[in-house]
T-cell receptor, first 118, second 117 residues
Framework: AQTVTQSQPEMSVQEAETVTLSCTYD???????LFWYKQPPSRQMILVIR????KQQNATENRFSVNFQKAAKSFSLKISDSQLGDTAMYFC???????????????WGLGTSLAVNP | GAVVSQHPSRVICKSGTSVKIECRSL??????MFWYRQFPKKSLMLMAT?????????EQGVEKDKFLINHASLTLSTLTVTSAHPEDSSFYIC?????????????FGPGTRLLVL
């Protein structure tokens, strides 16, 4: 069975600084998807970034980028130029690929609470 | 794109009554929808997965007769909490996934806060 581990329950960073959130996972699959979702105080779950395991290039979305190390099963999220609006819970998640069927589901980490301080 | 709505956003009900929560995909066809429950400062707990036109698949420990899920169309799924009890009070979130390339990402509704008195 797949598992996702986020070892940092809470983190804080100063506005405009850079912070990295860690995520490791365990799977025997060779192809899969990894996600970072953000849940601000409004509790709306927002997709931050997605990585396909078969792609060697790390995904980036503006100030958000990942360091995907497939052999190490590591998928960390880097937030550059942190903004107050980045304050949120961040969840790392794993999903099997399309050929695993319709009922494939997200396997979630426990989350990291990030506070961006002014 | 990929907007999912949920209604109501907040509901208070008396113990023993039933409550229905709607989840709609507004700009795509959701072949699969998911229902989650989330406790404060905790991760999401998957309750069930539903595919359009099929019976929902419930996770272990989730009572299917208590949490009725219907996915009658490609844009609408409903969760009905029957005979609600105070311990059912929680934050319920739905998500939806499309077909093809859109099948690789779940998009989430804003959630429904249920309080059972």
């Amino acid at each position: 069975a797949q598992t996702v581990t986020q070892s940092q329950p809470e983190m804080s960073v100063q506005e405009a600084e850079t912070v990295t959130l860690s995520c490791t996972y365990d799977t025997s699959e060779s192809n899969y998807y990894l996600f970072w979702y953000k849940q601000p105080p409004s509790r709306q779950m927002i997709l931050v970034i997605r990585q396909e395991a078969y792609k060697q290039q790390n995904a980036t979305e503006n100030r958000f980028s990942v360091n995907f190390q497939k052999a190490a099963k590591s998928f960390s999220l880097k937030i550059s130029d942190s903004q107050l609006g980045d304050t949120a819970m961040y969840f790392c998640a794993f999903m099997k690929p399309f050929n695993a069927g319709n009922n494939r589901k997200l396997i979630w980490g426990l989350g990291t609470s990030l506070a961006v301080n002014p | 794109g990929a907007v999912v709505s949920q209604h109501p956003s907040r509901v208070i009900c008396k113990s023993g009554t039933s409550v229905k929560i709607e989840c709609r995909s507004l700009d795509f066809q959701a072949t699969t929808m998911f229902w989650y429950r989330q406790f404060p400062k905790k991760s999401l707990m998957l309750m069930a997965t539903s595919n359009e036109g099929s019976k929902a698949t419930y996770e272990q420990g989730v009572e299917k007769d208590k949490f009725l899920i219907n996915h009658a169309s490609l844009t609408l799924s409903t969760l009905t909490v029957t005979s609600a009890h105070p311990e059912d009070s929680s934050f319920y979130i739905c998500s939806a996934r499309g077909a093809g390339l859109a099948a690789e990402t779940q998009y989430f509704g804003p959630g429904t806060r249920l309080l059972v008195l």
